[in-house]
């Protein structure tokens, strides 16, 4: 029982020593998910290869046009000083608007395989417009245009 009193000693000054310079290096940086955030959001996500159809665009059905208008139209309504409330907004308006395009869409195939391409790829930098960090916020509706604008790349 002696023995184990000093290794028990021991040991919990280890933690407290351990734990201390943790904390004294938490509070002189920033934490990991701080710095991640700091970084442009196209840094932050992994697209997905969007590919032709042979060297031709994909034959997209009326509705799924439509449906990547209203997400454009939806997106150009935010404003560069909007609140974290209204970038709140914006984003459930916007996930509305995908899931809806996306099943409403008929398409079948390669078309439906590289449209849900498109749209994972939207729907991983919708995950940012809900940062706390207004350069992030403002960094994810630009990358949301680029995205959107390379729609009639590949689809018409």
Not at 4 to 30: Q, R, V
Not at 103 to 113: H, Q, R, V
Not at 137 to 155: G, I, P
Request: glycine share 4%; charged share 25%; proline share 2%.
């Amino acid at each position: 029982m002696r023995n184990l009193i000093p290794t028990f000693i021991l040991g919990l000054c280890l933690i407290t020593f351990f734990s201390a310079c943790k904390d004294s290096s938490d509070s002189k940086g920033e934490t990991t998910q701080e710095q991640s955030e700091k970084k442009p959001v196209a840094d932050q996500v992994k697209l997905i290869p969007i590919e032709l159809n042979n060297g031709e665009k994909w034959k997209v059905d009326e509705l799924t046009n439509l449906g990547v208008n209203d997400i454009k139209t939806a997106l150009n309504e935010i404003n560069v000083t909007a609140s974290v409330e209204d970038y709140q907004i914006l984003t459930s308006n916007l996930i509305s608007t995908v899931k809806q395009t996306y099943n409403s869409s008929k398409l079948e195939g390669g078309a439906k395989e590289q449209f849900t391409n498109f749209i994972d790829n939207i729907a991983q930098i919708l995950d940012h417009l809900q940062s706390s960090d207004t350069f992030i916020r403002q960094d994810a509706v630009e990358e949301l245009k680029k995205m959107l604008n390379t729609y009639s790349d590949y689809f018409e």
